[in-house]
């Protein structure tokens, strides 16, 4: 058995056209002519072609015509193969020939009135006969029949009658409409012994492998040539349309069936290459094995197919990261060396309330730029940064606190709009200081009486107008102005002390990436901290660039001395490859004896020097508390835009302003300075003149006094 099996898979490898039924010697139906026998239904159109009157059945004049009728017919049949292409099929066939035969005649009634009369004759007939037909196989499955039928008629009978069908009324000689009736006599000289040519065409499907059941359906015409009656023409022709089943008689037992399996076994060599080629396999030759297993319903025949595939993978690639970081001194020059000196200052310092709240344009909500929060126990005034700017974000929950702390204070609301682009809108202005008094009310409960809402007379926009013609300027325009008989409502927010950086040297450092690999690098990154607070970063793609980095006092501020600056290179390469380097920067800070008070006020409008009441009230308790001998700086601020020549001068007048109140309230010795006027940076706190509460703060005056550290 083994040896059988041995062979067999030899040959299934050497000889791949032979089929398994050769090896198994199993016998297929192409092989044996087979003996088949069956049945077979069919509907059928019967076609009757006839000229017929009958003597035992009187009609008036014409013939009966031509007529169509359906049947059903069964078969039983045998059939053998002679060859591979050309069977004869022996057929017994049952089919009944019913039909109705009709013939409308012209008659004359009573009174030479036009009538018609119509004659129906009704056979009965019933076809038993046989048929014996050649089909030849044109191609695979479809056949051509053709062969001749023969057969005999029994049953013949017929009924008649004829009907009255015009005029509607009237009879014939009988009384009745209907005469000439006869009902199932039987049809005299039938011609017994019938004869046809039939024809077809038919498509063999067998439904098992060994074709041991066929079903074929098919289509068949037969023609008859001979009549139905010796003394009248009346010839029957039938379309048939079918399908037979067949059973051989000699089929060959059915093969054993064959599963086939494939089984695939990959080993791979690893071929390493260079890190930025593309990473391919190539695959190795095939080895292919065959096993068969015998079973007594199944015989499977497992593939199994070995290879080994070069797979050819880039080597990851070593890269190196470096980083030096170096000052650039104020004179442009590079130390390799150095130490980041900071030289800070205790600063008491006086934020600015600004009495205005911005909308944009078109717009009756408050600004995501004001910080609103659900519950007055969400604010805290503490929190708040020392800059000017963030004290204005927070300028709705510091009203509300004071008027929550002070119930008999009011305040007035006005809302404005712009001329140019809001047509200085009264209902727009209006909606605008109503969410103000909404925000007020329901987040600090400030009783609706203690906020009033002041209504333009005819126009809505500012009094004092920025007249711009600018996006700026219109911004200006589109506020809620807030103002108070008690002057200490707006009065400047006092910040705690603090220890501010005033100088740091160098003012610039240099980040050097020199030693870093110049290939496959994809992108970097570059950190400085202090401690574990980020001071700046930076990235960008492919290779790292020379970084040149600002210093500034905001960033000094974050630096704590003795603290070294941690800077970190981060490079990543192609397959996942990185590298980091670091370096260190030593960080003095040194506090100088010098302590600074200082008080920034908000009092002027645009283009003006006309200092305010609430500033002039902060002066003058600002200056009480000035000890003798200090020094007072006063710096005049404008907001930049606009013709810097004019800015300077108001500038100045700003300045001027203050120093001639100071003069008035001072009564000890001090030396008051007002010429340190600045026109080309920011006023302290402010970073841009983005927005328009910016540029107003930025229309300022800085009163700053130096005196000894406590």
Known sequence: MMNRLGLLALCLVAVPTFSWAQWWKVTLPEEIWLTQVGVAAHGGYLMHEARLSLP???????????????????????????????????????????????QDQSIFVSGAVRGLTRSTLETSVTYLGGEVLADFRIADPIRLLAGVSFGTISGATFSQSEELIQPGTGTFENGRRTRNESRAVELRNVNSSQMGATFGIGYDVPMTENH???????????TALTDNLSDATWRTSVIRLG???AFSLNAPEPPTP????REEYVDSLIVRIAPDAEE?????????????????????????????????????PVINAAIKARAITADGSVKDVFTINVTTQY?????????????????????????????????????????????????????GERLKKSPSTTIQLRGTADPTTENADCNLARSRAVAVKDYLARVWGIEDARISIVAGAGTCAPDRVTRRLSEEGYAENRRVEITSSDLSLLASVAKRRFNEARTVDPPRLQFDPAGTSTKFITDWTLEARSGST?????????????????????????????????VELKVNGIRRSSAEASDKIKVKKDTANIELERLTLTLFEVASDEISAIAEAQIKSFVENVPAGSTVIVRGFADMLGNA???????????????????????????????????????PGIESYGTPEERFLSRTVQIEVKKARK
Do not use: W
Not at 214 to 221: G, I, M, N
């Open 56 to 102: 035992q059945a009187p009609m008036c004049c014409e013939p009966y015509g031509n007529t169509n009728s359906g049947t059903l017919s069964v078969s039983a049949f045998i059939r053998q193969e002679i060859t591979k292409h050309v069977r004869l099929n022996l057929r017994g066939t049952f089919m009944p020939q019913s039909a109705t035969f009709t």
């Open 212 to 222: 041991s059941v066929v079903v074929t359906p098919e289509l068949l015409y037969t």
């Open 243 to 245: 399908a037979t089943v």
């Open 258 to 261: 064959v599963e086939r399996r």
């Open 280 to 316: 391919f396999r190539k695959r190795g030759a095939d080895r292919i094995e065959l096993d068969t297993a015998v079973g007594s319903d199944l015989v499977v025949i497992t593939e199994r197919v070995f290879r080994i595939d070069t797979v050819y993978i880039p080597e990851p």
């Open 347 to 399: 600063v008491t310092e006086a934020l600015p309330i600004l009495p205005a709240v911005f909308f944009d344009g078109q717009s009756i909500t408050i600004s995501s730029r004001y910080r609103q929060i659900s519950k007055a126990s969400e604010f805290n005034l503490a929190d708040v940064p020392p800059r000017t700017t963030s004290v204005h974000r927070e300028i709705l929950n510091v009203l």
């Open 534 to 566: 980020q001071l700046f970063s930076k990235s960008g793609k492919g290779l790292p660039e020379l970084v040149n980095q600002d210093l500034p006092l905001s960033t000094a501020e974050l630096m704590a001395s003795g603290v070294p600056v941690d």
């Open 645 to 683: 020549e004019f800015n300077k001068k108001l500038s100045q007048k700003r300045a001027e302003s203050v120093c001639a109140a100071i003069q008035k309230y001072l009564r000890k010795r001090v030396d008051v300075q007002c010429n340190d006027i600045t026109t080309d940076r920011f006023p």
